[in-house]
């Protein structure tokens, strides 16, 4: 086998760019991409928040028109009022734009580009045209998503999940099940590619491309979860991206990989024999719960990152931390059968699925307790980044609480339909995720940009998104308990018609923490622009991106690699920096 | 914890990369092999069919190909004249030529099929069976894209360019390899 010495410079074999097009758009500087990534998500998470608006909106008053939706979609809203195929089609729409392009792409491929390489002390990934490659992938992943907006019958109402057959057999499943779910299906494939790709330069560059001195015991604790995650990322993408080529195929070329035999739709026999639907459910959710933890791992990494550089205590017990993101990545795998409960499965299978899925909540916990045990004893500096990992804590235990009751069967099959599973995920992976991206924003934007975020309006911003997703989402685990049924555009059963009140409030609360986030976008391009200079390194942290200038430069180091002799943990021990060691003090 | 940092020697990121790639590519064959039998056993609609003879000609060209891949390699790594003569080069340019050949090799059995009526949509069957040679063949042009782009570096550097022709080497073996299990697969599932 060849072997070289690593050197971290290995990746920059090319200048500095110097046209506008090579600075910031086709860009090989990881960056410049994490920053695409993330620009792509504040896109992304703009359109899923106001999808969600108009769903809140319809739920509260049905037969309330909203000005202008008659304009997007003439026959999905006639009026402006909703009907349900259209309900569905914007839950399809923001489900999987949150997930995919939001949850997936700012705290692991936006974060993480920009990050990792400078904390392991490399002047690029490891593959920079890869990575280029990766989001322009994902960028036409999203435009073709969107493009479904824009189609005679409107995009797909099948749900995130795209469940087989409805999304397998066309245009006579419904409106958007034509062309809009076929641009579903090319969009995940899409996506797929582009966080394969990205997947294999994070892994890479981790392993290949740490400076003199990283050895994988002074792996800040950000870049492991980067690491677990893109490993995790790697098995389950490769799994979704032939579900949707067979997708596809089912849809485009006459085969009936997903379709039933003698199945009649729109009193329509359809021509096809002998598909499993069950086995899009599979390849699905293979996929489909390792993707929470895709969307969350980052976020673990963020908070065991940014605390305790305010508590200016170590992290308690890293290595049971990297230990326990091991776990989770492993048990991952095991679990996506929980998924399926109401599928008809053998009750003894559901067992296999619902003890790991108990188990999995070990080290979840475990993490959160580490977390509790460093701020024990701490004097924490209450900055808007400590302030969001302590809301990430909070919102994460509260829907893995909710976990524990969806993981037993018995339980599960009369919740799995009902709010209680929206509150559960939405809390768990959404808005927990949501927290990790403040708390990684607010964090590492001196370092971005140069310059600090306002904290007075980072405050602000905190307590008020903090109350209004708690206002969202907890009562939706009483309407769950009381039956309210999940997708319905309208609660028109008697025993439901009580509960509307309640939707209104809810209504009221999503549109105002929708609201408050206009603060956050405030804060952001004022502080862009106008914000106060930031030092190298403002938190008095350990890593090696503060080794650096703010914003760095376009080699990371200057062409000076650093040298590590110590790990990210050594907050509260006295040295000539103040209260804490750098990485590269020796 | 303090110590003296010290230089450390790791693979070449472009071969790590491709075991990265490896990994991924086999999930994806895996999830298409399991759909396949769970497929299979759905429903009593598989139909069952004679695969066409050439896929064992072509298997026997793209194993050829990996040998004359490893004398391209150890031509690299000690130039002086050998019994068979030829240049690392010369070889390299022979595996290109054995890999196009599988290529259009796996395109006459799919006309083979087609001549049987045959086709994607026909049976569940044929629609595994040009999904999985189709997506080999494109994992295939990728690795000759990897063998013309190391050919051009082994023509300007020499052998400095035995990192490049490493990772493009071990990719092609595991073409090679994947190919063997998928037609394996296929002899027994069709």
């Given amino acids: 086998m060849t072997h070289n010495v690593a050197t971290p410079a290995a990746a920059h074999h090319h200048a500095p760019p110097r046209t506008f097009l090579r600075k910031y758009v086709f860009s090989v500087d990881h960056k410049v991409i994490g920053k695409q990534y993330l620009g792509l998500a504040l896109v992304a998470v703009c359109t899923g928040m106001f999808l969600s608006w108009l769903m809140r909106l319809h739920l509260a008053s049905p037969e309330l028109p909203i000005p202008g939706l008659s304009k997007l979609s003439p026959n999905g809203a006639p009026g402006g009022v909703m009907t349900p195929e259209y309900y569905l089609s914007l839950m399809t729409m923001h489900g999987t734009i949150m997930v995919f392009f939001v949850l997936t792409t700012a705290p692991f491929a936006g974060f993480g580009n920009f990050v990792l390489p400078l904390q392991v002390g490399a002047e690029d990934m490891a593959f920079p045209r890869i990575n280029m490659m990766s989001f322009w992938v994902t960028f036409v992943a999203f435009v073709v998503l969107i493009a479904a907006f824009f189609i005679p019958d409107g995009p797909p109402l099948s749900g995130w999940t795209a469940y087989a057959p409805l999304s397998a057999v066309g245009k006579d499943a419904g409106p958007g099940q034509g062309l809009g779910q076929t641009l579903w299906a090319v969009s995940i494939a899409l996506f797929c590619i582009g966080q394969l790709l990205g997947a294999l330069n994070f892994i890479t560059t981790t392993l290949d491309l740490r400076t003199k001195g990283m050895s994988l015991s002074r792996l800040p604790y950000a870049t492991w979860a980067w690491f677990i995650t893109s490993v995790i990322g790697l098995i389950a993408f490769s799994v979704l991206l032939p579900a949707c080529i067979l997708l596809i195929l089912d849809r485009v070329a006459g085969t009936s990989f997903f379709i039933p035999a003698g199945l009649v739709i729109s009193d329509r026999l359809q021509a096809h024999s002998g598909g499993s639907p069950l086995l899009w459910q599979h390849l699905f959710w293979f996929f489909g719960h390792p993707e929470v933890y895709i969307a969350i791992l980052p976020g673990f990494g963020i908070i065991s990152q940014v605390l305790p550089a305010f508590a200016r205590k170590p992290l308690l017990g890293p290595r049971v931390f990297i230990a326990c993101l091991a776990a989770i990545a492993l048990l991952s795998y095991t679990v996506w059968g929980h998924h399926m409960f109401l599928s008809g499965m053998n009750p003894f299978s559901a067992t296999l699925f619902s003890v790991p899925t108990l188990i999995i909540t070990i080290p979840a916990t475990i993490v959160t307790l580490l977390w509790i045990g460093t701020l024990y004893g701490s004097k924490l500096r209450f900055t808007t980044a400590a302030l969001f990992c302590l809301g990430f804590a909070s919102v994460f235990v509260s829907g893995g609480i909710s976990g524990f009751f969806l993981a037993q069967p018995s339980i599960d099959v009369y919740l799995h339909g009902t709010y209680f599973v929206v509150a559960h995920f939405h809390f768990v992976m959404g808005v927990a995720a949501m927290f990790g991206i403040f708390a990684g924003t607010y964090y590492w934007f001196p370092k971005m940009f140069g310059r600090m975020m306002n904290e007075t309006l980072g405050k602000v911003h905190f307590a008020l998104t903090f109350i209004g997703v708690y206002c969202i989402f907890m009562p939706m685990h009483y309407l769950g308990l009381h039956g309210d049924v999940r997708r319905y555009s309208a609660f028109t059963d008697e025993y439901m018609k009580g509960d509307i009140p309640l939707h209104r409030f809810i209504t009221v609360a999503a549109l105002f923490t929708g609201a408050v986030q206009l603060i956050f976008l405030v804060n952001l391009i004022y502080s862009r622009f106008k914000g106060s200079k930031a030092t190298d390194n403002p938190w008095q942290s350990t890593t090696l991106e503060w080794a650096t200038t703010s914003p760095p430069p376009f080699d990371n180091f200057g062409g000076h690699p650093p040298v590590v002799y110590r790990g990210p943990n050594e907050y509260g021990t006295p040295s000539a920096a103040g209260d804490y060691t750098p990485q590269t003090t020796p | ?190």
């Fill in chain 2, 1 to 190: 914890m303090r110590s003296v940092p010290v230089e450390r020697v790791s693979p070449a990121p472009a071969r790590t990369g491709v075991w990265v790639g490896v990994l991924a590519i086999s999930m994806t064959f895996a999830a298409i092999t399991s759909a396949m039998v769970a497929r299979a056993g759905a429903t009593p609609d598989w139909q069952p069919f004679r695969l066409p003879v050439i896929l064992y000609v072509n298997t026997v060209l793209l194993m050829l190909s990996s040998g004359t891949l490893e004398s391209a390699r150890s031509r690299l790594a000690q130039p002086e004249p050998r019994a068979i003569g030829g240049t690392a080069a010369q070889w390299l340019l022979l595996t290109l030529g054995l890999g196009l050949l599988f290529i259009a090799g796996q395109l006459l059995a799919w006309r083979a099929l087609a001549r049987q009526g045959l086709f994607l949509s026909t049976a569940p069957s044929s629609a595994f069976f040009y999904l999985f040679t189709a997506l080999h063949g494109l994992h295939l042009l990728g690795g000759v894209a990897a063998l013309a782009y190391a050919l051009r570096r082994v023509r300007m550097l020499g052998a400095a360019a035995g990192d490049t022709l490493g990772a493009a080497a071990l990719y092609w073996h595991f073409m090679t390899c994947l190919w063997v299990c998928l037609l394996l697969l296929l002899t027994i599932r069709l």
